[in-house]
């Protein structure tokens, strides 16, 4: 399982959580106007914390769960007053909250092989249960077409290097990225391979499992203030309020 070892995560902390950082106006937004402005929400695929050390800055109280040790680490590091779990979101049992938010195409990676449609059907009622009535379950999906029309990607800092090499499967609908990175360690640098899979699917194929489940749903291309490139969309699901009988 390649899911984060120890540079890849040092690496993703250090230079990859401007995303977030940059749409976290926008996604606390939402969470206003739907008159979630404090309650608990639950991170999944946390990374190293970035998310949740917004959120309780802005006092809500986090659990998050990531399946890379590494990346729980830091996060408890950089959020000492969260609640991080170690471990894969198809086993995660979610506890009661206001919002489950998953960023960063978390249902697509394959680190856990037992992560296909079936099961994600199976967390997604999960959340379902776990939500307050009109709680928000808030994430992206990577689609087919992902892969884009560069197979290769370069990124360097002062002490570390990241290559990547994309290839999408059309016939599989699978996502490989082959990541190199180099990480300076005192005078030398150290070389770490990883190699993510990612299944891809149609939004309208998980929009429609989770209206189904009882979601009302809306796909959007842009993130906060940002279009997202083909083949990445967020899904904005709404846990519909029980009606009075």
């Known amino acids: 399982m ?5 540079d890849l995560a040092f690496i993703h902390d250090v230079g990859f959580t401007k995303f977030i950082k940059s749409n976290a106006p926008a996604i606390l937004k939402i969470l206003n106007q739907n008159g979630i402005k404090k309650g608990h929400v ?4 946390c990374g190293s914390g970035t998310w949740a050390n917004i959120l309780a800055d802005k006092g809500y109280t986090v659990s998050g769960v990531d399946i890379s040790p590494n990346m729980i680490k830091i996060a408890k590091q950089n959020v000492p007053k969260a609640n991080f779990t170690i471990g894969s979101f198809i086993d995660y049992q979610i506890p009661p909250c206001h919002v489950v938010t998953a960023f ?4 697509n990676y394959l680190f856990d092989k037992k992560n296909n449609l079936k099961r994600l059907t199976r967390f997604f009622e999960r959340v379902y249960q776990s939500l307050q009535p009109n709680g928000l379950f808030i994430f992206d999906i990577a689609e ?3 892969g884009g029309d560069l197979n ?3 990124f360097d800092c002062d002490d570390w290097t990241i290559l990547v090499a994309v290839e999408e499967n059309k016939k599989t609908n699978r996502l490989i990225r082959n ?3 180099y990480r300076k360690m005192n005078d030398q640098y150290r070389r770490s391979d990883e190699k993510h899979i ?9 929009a429609k499992i989770l209206r189904k489940i ?3 749903v809306h796909i959007d291309k842009e993130f906060g203030n940002l279009r997202l490139p083909k083949g990445w969309v967020t899904i904005i699901a709404k846990k519909n309020k029980p009606k009075l009988s």
């Open 104 to 107: 960063g195409e978390i249902f």
């Open 2 to 6: 390649d899911a984060y070892k120890e």
């Open 179 to 181: 990541i190199i990175s």
């Open 198 to 206: 990612l299944q891809l699917y149609k939004s309208t194929e998980i």
């Open 214 to 216: 009882g979601f009302k």
């Open 144 to 146: 087919p077409g992902r």
């Open 42 to 45: 639950v991170d999944i695929g």
């Open 152 to 154: 290769q990607k370069f």
